[in-house]
């Protein structure tokens, strides 16, 4: 089932829609042609084999992209690369070369896995970084040691000796549980509703042999589509629903998707013997839609490396436990490796950058000394100190609504991350401690918050001014740091086609109703469907041209459009969060809130939310709903 695909079920299933509205005759002829626009799109996806795609690649050569026939559609050579880089929060890839940077795109969407990735560019002498920003930023070394030490790790069990243990267990079976209605059940219930649409028409036929008349018509072209959209659905729910099968035994890894086959030979089950393996990386990774047939991102995969660090399988694991799943491979004497097993626990967290001692003094705190940052105990003593020789800078950031601190070293490398609850001291003590010690502390989300009650101030003593006549264009948005974000094009382009596609039902049904008196329903037609389409396109042009965007900066948020009017804007000072508003009464949408948690403005676009945050965090704009504990104006206060 995962080898052919209907092909064309769009363009058919339109083209079975117009042969149904059309007045053909006799009406055996009109139901045939329905019934073969329907049945086309299998009998093609069942005698033509799927279209490859084409796919990325990293080799000696560069980095490339090749299409199914072997041939290169675009190459980065390898020795124009000095660079990689990642980014830590959507995995996009940039590489830098002589003249500057390009942006290549994500790795899940270039069907790629962060570790075989860097792993690989390591084997052909490319340098990886992974950033914390949009690419040009700081570097986040947290995330690059993980890759390190997965990598190390795989390194160790590359070159250690593996005897394969005796087969003393069963053969463990992991099945991943359904997550809607049964496969069958959905499979039966969308044949069933395509026979009904399939008799339905039929019956129409026989009914009127001669031709059925125009409201016959109509009403078969909506069991047609009624039908073909079922079955569609139908079959992509029971693709999308393939359940994972693994069995597991020492001397081999048998994993299945799809349903059971009698016989072995058909079945098309991966095999991996436990030879060929030097150990498993079990984690987030990528898989091929079945529906697109694109990568896509999954929440839990595995990936089976050999013993030259190549990469020999992936094996989807989509709906298993990754906690059984783990288990049973380390018993089954296999060589398991997760990204987590790094990650520092809970109460250690944010403390895996320094020394073991500030993890092991009982109730230890950063105080800022006269000669820079130490770590106290409980009674006050500075147990560690960091001489201030040794500080580049101290920035206090917010993430996630809560207070943070990066430090960097002497040679602006930053060496250190932490949330500052769980160094036990507030934002406040240690910007005012640092800069009293003359330390290099830099706090922009406080400068700006600063900043705005300053202007806020000013312009309240100022007083009022003149106001606008009715004539004089909109007052533009001040000018400044900032960025503009738009609406995502996928909701773009969704509302183009809906336009376009209402104005066409409008034009169809039209042209049927009205048909009669302007010459027929197909003269009429004819000219009302081009004319349907040329209105959608142009009239969503026009609004497009002018829709809204909004703007962030450092003096707050504001929704403007195109041609520069200001639909609403708020300062930095009554901004209290920005983020998804997630209300059990309500559909979730972007909101603006005040410090007390109050709903101030709702924006009717979706933008980018990974840029939106972004953003907000580079110009100082809280991420997130306000506290609804304690109102907390920004920059948070811990």
């Not at 984690?283 to 190549?310: E, I, N, Y």
Request: aromatic residues 6%; charged residues 25%.
């Amino acid at each position: 089932m995962g080898r052919r695909r209907p092909i064309g079920s769009g363009p058919f299933t339109l083209a079975a829609l117009v042969v149904a509205i059309l007045p053909l005759r006799p009406a055996g002829l009109w139901a045939a042609l329905i019934g073969a626009c329907a049945a086309l799109p299998w009998l093609l996806g069942a005698v033509l084999p799927r279209r490859p795609r084409p796919y990325w690649r990293l080799s000696a050569a560069g980095l490339e992209r090749v299409d199914p026939r072997g041939e290169v559609l675009l190459r980065y050579e390898r020795e124009r690369i000095e660079e990689l880089a990642l980014t830590a929060a959507d995995g996009r890839l940039t590489i830098f070369h002589k003249f500057g940077r390009t942006a290549v795109g994500e790795l899940a969407a270039m069907g790629f896995e962060p570790l075989p990735f860097y792993v690989t560019a390591r084997r052909l002498g490319l340098p990886v970084r992974v950033l914390d920003g949009d690419g040009g930023q700081g570097l986040d070394h947290m995330a690059e040691q993980r890759l390190a030490a997965q990598e190390a790790e795989l390194l160790a069990a590359v070159h250690e000796p593996r005897r394969l243990p005796d087969e003393r267990r069963e053969p463990t079976r992991l099945n991943a549980a359904p997550q809607g209605p049964g496969r069958r059940r959905v499979g039966l219930l969308g044949v069933l509703m395509a026979l009904l649409a399939a008799l339905v028409v039929a019956r129409m036929a026989l009914t009127d042999p001669a031709g059925p008349p125009a409201g016959t018509r109509l009403a078969a072209a909506g069991w047609t589509l009624a039908g073909m959209t079922a079955l569609q659905a139908a079959y992509r729910r029971m693709l999308r629903d393939r359940p994972v099968r693994w069995t597991i035994t020492a001397g081999r890894l048998v994993v299945q998707g799809g349903p059971r086959r009698r016989d072995r030979r058909l079945s098309r089950a991966l095999r991996v013997h436990a030879a060929d393996v030097a150990a498993l990386v079990v984690g987030p990774g990528v898989r091929v839609d079945p529906v697109t047939g694109q990568p896509v991102r999954c929440p839990l995969s595995v990936l089976a490396f050999d013993h030259r660090m190549g990469l020999v399988a992936r094996l989807p694991a989509d709906g298993l436990e990754e906690f059984q799943l783990v288990h049973e491979l380390h018993e089954h004497g296999y060589r398991v490796i997760t990204p987590a097993a790094r990650d520092p626990r809970p109460s250690g967290y944010g403390l895996d950058g320094l020394p073991e001692v500030f993890s092991q003094v009982p109730g230890g705190r950063l105080v800022v000394t006269d000669d820079g940052l130490g770590w106290a105990d409980a009674a006050g003593e500075v147990v560690l100190r960091m001489p201030e020789d040794r500080l580049g800078g101290i920035e206090l950031l917010t993430i996630g609504g809560h207070a943070w601190v990066r430090l960097y070293g002497s040679d602006g490398e930053e060496f250190f991350a932490a949330p500052l609850s769980a160094l036990r001291i507030s934002r406040t003590d240690l910007r005012e401690s640092a800069r009293k010690a003359g330390l290099p502390v830099t706090d922009a989300e406080y400068d700006a918050y600063l900043s705005a009650a300053f202007h806020g101030v000013v312009e309240a003593m100022t007083g009022p001014s003149a106001p606008a006549a009715a004539g004089d264009p909109p007052e533009p948005v001040e000018d400044g740091p900032g960025v503009l974000l738009d609406a995502t094009r996928g909701s773009r382009i969704g509302t183009y086609l809906l336009s376009v596609v209402m104005c066409e039902v409008v034009a169809v049904l039209g042209a049927l109703w009205l048909g009669d008196g302007l010459g027929g329903p197909l003269r009429t037609l004819s000219w009302a469907a081009p004319a349907g389409l040329v209105i959608g396109l142009a009239g969503y042009w026009v609004y497009d041209r002018n829709r809204d965007q909004l703007r962030i900066s450092p003096q707050g948020i504001a929704v403007v459009s195109r041609r520069g009017r200001v639909s609403w804007t708020l300062s930095r000072a009554t901004v209290g969060g920005i983020g998804i508003d997630e209300s059990v009464e309500r559909v979730p949408r972007l909101v603006v809130w005040s410090p007390a948690g109050r709903v101030l403005r709702q924006v009717t676009f979706p933008p980018d939310l990974d840029e939106l945050r972004r953003a907000c965090e580079r110009y100082g704009l809280p991420w997130g709903p306000p506290d609804a504990d304690r109102p907390a104006p920004p920059p948070p206060e811990l």
